[in-house]
Every structure is written in C-alpha cells, then in structure tokens.
C-alpha cells in the first residue's frame, strides 16, 4: 500500500476530530501508545478513495454503490505520540498484514511501527519496551485511553447517509461537494471499471 499523505484537521474542529493521518516512511519509528481498538473492515478503492463496503460494515443497513469495485482489507490504527507536542493523537492506514501484526496487542501497549523500503512495503507493529516512553507520559496518555476514534474516520470517509446511519453527527469538509460529485456520479451511473 502505498503511503498516504499526511493530514491535519481543521484549526476550529471539536476534540472528537483532533487527529491527523501520518504516512509512514520507509524505517523504524519512534515508540508510540496503541490509543484505541485498530477498525478493520472491507473497503473499495473507487477513484483512489477509501470507502468501506456498506454491505460488509457490522451494523450498517444501506446498500453499497460500489460493491462493483474490487474489495480488500483496510484497518486504521489510532496511536498517540507522546514526542509530538501539538497534534499527538494519530492514524495510520494498512492491510490486512497491518491487523494482523497487532494481533496481540492491546490499547495502552507501547509499540513500534516499521515499513520497509519499498512505497508499497506492509507497515508492521512489534511490541516495544515501556522504558522506551517517559514513564510519567506513559502513565499521563494510559489515563485517557482507549480513545474512540470512529467519528474521525466517519468524517474521513464524507458520506452523509454513513454517518447518519452509525448516529454520528455528519460534519461537511472543505472537500465534501467535490467528493460527492465525484462518487454521486459512479453511485447514479452504475458500474464502471475498477479504478486500481
């Protein structure tokens, strides 16, 4: 999987969305806290978009315009960073290999993320001494923990109805028309060619 670019949240967005998408560069980085439960679904890749499949999502009752598309498995990954001063709470985007090395790890773990050189290269989670973290930092997030993290990923995903359906308050980005033009319009026209 190719790594995805870096994302901040609007300056006025309410604590629920004060998190940022990291891309992961080739390399080991620095220790961080396993925030919350990773979310893990099937997803459809339409115009170089993530969407999860509506008809695969636990709990969601509206019919999926994209089921046409090619389906994998995409999990999102929420972790504090306790050397980032200002926007410490993060996501990181993988594959299935990505869920499956967090297999046993659990919210308030201490981790390490690693991806290898290439830019598809799988991005890995390995267990990480406690020492690695200031202990009173450590001990400071592991209050706050587990994070919820799921009205962000809504907000990510910008589908009105999804949102609505979960009982989350949809909230429009800068890119919502531009998104639902793009989407509305594969939704209405029926299926086309993958996009891959």
Request: proline share 11%.
């Amino acid at each position: 999987m190719k790594p995805l670019p870096e994302s901040q949240p609007p300056e006025d967005a309410p604590p629920e969305l004060n998190w940022r998408r990291m891309k992961v560069s080739a390399g080991i980085k620095p220790a961080m806290i396993l925030a919350g439960a990773p979310f893990c679904c099937k997803t459809h890749h339409p115009l170089k978009r993530t969407i999860p499949c509506f008809t695969r999502l636990p709990g969601c009752t509206l019919p999926c315009p994209f089921c046409e598309f090619p389906v994998r498995d995409t999990v999102w990954v929420p972790l504090i960073n306790p050397a980032e001063k200002k926007l410490p709470r993060i996501v990181v985007q993988g594959g299935k290999r990505t869920y499956e090395s967090l297999a046993d790890k659990k919210p308030g773990d201490v981790v390490l993320l690693a991806r290898g050189t290439g830019d598809r290269d799988t991005i890995l989670f390995n267990a990480a001494p406690e020492a690695s973290i200031q202990g009173w930092k450590l001990d400071k997030w592991r209050e706050q923990i587990p994070f919820d993290f799921r009205p962000w990923l809504f907000h990510l995903w910008q589908w009105r109805e999804l949102s609505e359906n979960f009982g989350l308050k949809f909230r429009a980005s800068i890119r919502t028309q531009e998104i639902e033009k793009r989407f509305r319009s594969i939704a209405d026209d029926g299926p086309r060619k993958a996009d891959v």
